[in-house]
């Protein structure tokens, strides 16, 4: 009999799977799960590696299935002002930034915060004698908006508005560009002049990136983006054998490039191979922008009467869009975070249906009306959600995010365990640079509708949050279903991938609020050892 290349021993197995919800021991060969319980126990040899789990629990492996994982990499550096809510603490951190900086040398930050901006404009007075008149290009918490400071749209040649494809705009007064960008057309045309990140150094942080969050338990993300050297990062650690990740990528199609999109298909089709953890998975399209910047799309506009339009200035394109990546083989993930963006990009899917074995995918779907809560049961369409991002909107609805819907759109926000009780399936993730990447995060927040530890503060919006069980599904079974690969992903089962994560502690029973400092004892990806605690 062939010994196994791996086995985890006389552990808590929660296997996620219906035929055999518990078992205690996984065997694993060539990265596939070959044998459980005793059988698993025989298949132990002199060359076989165990990870000793006595008194932990195992769980399929962790997916991501909102992530920017390479454009995260790149954007992170600089200023971190995440927590910088007022004016004072922004240009104060953008000057120790700037501070080492020579007179020419860029200044970069990322994280801002709309609360530190309010009741004035985003505009490039606020933050030019911070950084002493040096380039500066700051992204907003969103990442839908940018700022930029004098020198640096003056580098980067953004001297007046511009006509965009899609709803992207340079915000300009009668002095011209204010120095913020609206949107991510816009957003890109100017962070293009920053200076790029070496490519050796980009491959480090994202392999970094990825051991981190190996750390924490991730085996897999769904990157969602086509950012400036995406592809050619995720290629390159894949060819070089330095992947620790199982990703599946989900480049953009922005509404200006529709008559190209067949052609870029072809040509991402050569990304992986039958043993590469690297696929193309599905095609990105942007419904709308974000709520905080004023660019979703709702059935009324905000109470700032903004976010009344989509970012196609034609749907029909958008539809025309789908269809050709249906053709291709591919489904479409739409980022559709206003109610009116989710129910028309689901009009779109009843005629254009994806390919078999596969599902579109609504991303965000932050604010729902009633009447589409059914709907992603109806047409097999995977909700896609990120239960951190309520973290920053409070129960008194005095954060941007709650003021700009209103109270009634605000009880009508992030409702997963809705989705799931009409039938429908919610698969769960980060949005990570947005929010923090730490899944042990996003299950309580799912759970708890606040962030963990914070007892005192309220659930919030009126949507019951997940059980245990739901959201640790939204990270297994509802992420495999997610990618069209239920069959061979998300669960421990003889014929299943070998991804697992490997718990401290029993994530089903610890209470939510805990569940941040839950170890994570080992994790592996295809059958290999990624981590050890």
């Given at each position: 009999?062939?010994?196994?290349d791996?086995?985890?021993?006389?552990?808590?197995?929660?296997?996620?799977?219906r035929?055999?919800?518990?078992?205690?021991?996984?065997?694993?060969?060539?990265?596939?799960?070959?044998?459980?319980g005793?059988?698993?126990?025989?298949l132990?040899?002199?060359?076989?590696?165990?990870?000793?789990?006595?008194?932990?629990?195992?769980?399929?492996?962790?997916?991501d299935?909102?992530?920017?994982?390479?454009?995260?990499?790149?954007?992170?550096?600089?200023?971190?002002?995440?927590?910088?809510?007022?004016?004072?603490?922004?240009?104060?951190?953008?000057?120790?930034?700037?501070?080492?900086c020579?007179?020419?040398?860029?200044?970069?930050?990322?994280?801002?915060?709309?609360?530190?901006?309010a009741?004035?404009?985003?505009?490039?007075?606020?933050?030019?004698?911070?950084?002493?008149?040096r380039?500066?290009?700051?992204?907003m918490?969103?990442?839908?908006?940018?700022?930029l400071?004098?020198?640096?749209?003056?580098l980067?040649?953004?001297?007046?508005?511009?006509?965009?494809?899609?709803?992207?705009?340079?915000?300009?007064?009668?002095r011209?560009?204010?120095?913020?960008l609206?949107?991510?057309?816009?957003?890109?045309?100017?962070?293009?002049?920053?200076?790029p990140?070496?490519?050796?150094?980009?491959?480090a942080?994202?392999e970094?990136?990825?051991?981190?969050?190996?750390?924490?338990?991730?085996?897999?993300?769904?990157?969602?983006?086509d950012?400036?050297?995406?592809?050619?990062t995720?290629?390159?650690?894949?060819?070089?054998?330095?992947?620790?990740?199982?990703?599946?990528?989900?480049?953009?199609?922005?509404?200006?490039?529709?008559?190209?999109l067949?052609?870029?298909?072809g040509?991402?089709?050569?990304?992986?191979?039958?043993?590469?953890?690297v696929?193309?998975?599905?095609i990105?399209?942007?419904?709308d922008?974000?709520?905080?910047?004023?660019?979703?799309?709702?059935?009324?506009?905000d109470c700032?009467?903004?976010?009344?339009?989509?970012?196609?200035?034609?749907?029909?394109?958008?539809?025309?869009?789908?269809?050709?990546a249906?053709?291709?083989?591919?489904?479409?993930w739409?980022h559709?975070?206003?109610?009116?963006?989710v129910?028309?990009?689901?009009?779109?899917?009843?005629?254009?249906?994806?390919p078999?074995?596969?599902?579109?995918?609504?991303?965000?779907?932050?604010?729902?009306?009633?009447?589409?809560?059914?709907?992603?049961?109806?047409?097999?369409?995977?909700?896609?959600?990120?239960?951190?991002?309520?973290d920053?909107?409070?129960?008194?609805?005095?954060?941007n995010?709650?003021?700009?819907?209103?109270?009634?759109?605000?009880?009508r926000?992030w409702?997963?365990?809705?989705?799931?009780?009409?039938?429908?399936?919610?698969?769960?993730?980060?949005?990570?640079?947005?929010?923090?990447?730490?899944?042990?995060?996003?299950?309580?927040?799912?759970?708890?509708?606040?962030?963990?530890?914070?007892?005192?503060?309220a659930?919030?919006?009126?949507?019951?949050?997940?059980?245990?069980?739901?959201?640790?599904?939204?990270?297994?079974?509802?992420?495999?279903?997610?990618?069209?690969?239920?069959?061979?992903?998300?669960?421990?089962?003889?014929?299943?991938?070998?991804d697992?994560?490997?718990?401290?502690?029993?994530?089903?029973?610890?209470?939510?609020?805990?569940?941040?400092?839950?170890?994570?004892?080992?994790?592996?990806?295809?059958?290999?050892?990624?981590?050890?605690?």
């Open positions: 009999m062939t010994t196994a791996l086995v985890v021993p006389d552990a808590h197995v929660l296997t996620m799977d035929d055999r919800p518990v078992t205690d021991t996984i065997a694993v060969r060539d990265g596939v799960i070959v044998a459980l005793a059988d698993a126990r025989a132990i040899g002199p060359r076989t590696e165990v990870i000793e789990a006595t008194g932990h629990t195992v769980t399929p492996g962790l997916t299935c909102h992530q920017h994982s390479v454009m995260g990499a790149g954007s992170t550096r600089g200023a971190d002002l995440v927590g910088a809510v007022t004016l004072a603490e922004v240009q104060r951190r953008l000057a120790e930034q700037a501070a080492p020579g007179p020419d040398d860029w200044v970069v930050g990322f994280g801002g915060e709309y609360a530190a901006f009741g004035r404009a985003i505009h490039r007075d606020l933050i030019d004698a911070a950084v002493d008149g380039p500066a290009f700051v992204w918490a969103d990442s839908h908006t940018a700022l400071s004098t020198a640096a749209l003056r980067a040649g953004l001297t007046g508005p511009r006509e965009f494809a899609d709803r992207s705009e340079i915000v300009c007064d009668e011209g560009p204010t120095g913020e609206h949107e991510m057309t816009a957003c890109f045309l100017g962070y293009r002049a920053v200076p990140m070496p490519r050796g150094e980009m491959l942080r994202v970094e990136l990825f051991a981190e969050q190996n750390r924490h338990g991730v085996t897999g993300v769904h990157i969602l983006d950012a400036p050297g995406t592809v050619d995720l290629a390159g650690l894949d060819a070089e054998r330095r992947l620790s990740m199982r990703v599946h990528l989900a480049p953009w199609c922005p509404p200006g490039e529709v008559d190209d067949a052609q870029r298909i040509e991402l089709r050569s990304l992986g191979g039958p043993d590469a953890l696929r193309l998975a599905a990105k399209f942007f419904a922008g974000a709520i905080d910047g004023g660019g979703a799309w709702l059935h009324e506009p700032c009467g903004q976010s009344h339009r989509s970012q196609w200035k034609d749907f029909d394109r958008y539809a025309d869009a789908v269809a050709i249906a053709r291709a083989g591919l489904p479409a739409t559709a975070i206003g109610d009116r963006a129910a028309r990009a689901l009009d779109v899917y009843a005629r254009h249906t994806a078999f074995g596969t599902r579109h995918r609504i991303e965000h779907a932050e604010v729902l009306s009633d009447a589409d809560v059914p709907r992603f049961a109806a047409l097999d369409v995977v909700a896609s959600m990120q239960p951190t991002h309520m920053w909107s409070l129960p008194d609805h005095s954060d995010w709650s003021r700009r819907v209103g109270p009634e759109r605000a009880a926000a409702r997963c365990a809705d989705i799931l009780a009409a039938g429908g399936h919610v698969a769960l993730g980060s949005d990570w640079p947005v929010a923090a990447f730490d899944p042990r995060r996003t299950l309580a927040g799912a759970q708890l509708r606040r962030p963990a530890g914070e007892i005192d503060r659930a919030y919006g009126a949507s019951a949050g997940l059980t245990a069980r739901q959201a640790l599904a939204g990270y297994t079974t509802q992420a495999a279903y997610a990618a069209g690969e239920e069959r061979v992903a998300g669960r421990i089962a003889v014929g299943c991938r070998a697992l994560t490997v718990f401290g502690g029993d994530p089903l029973t610890c209470p939510p609020d805990d569940l941040p400092e839950l170890p994570v004892t080992a994790t592996v990806v295809a059958g290999r050892v990624v981590h050890r605690a």
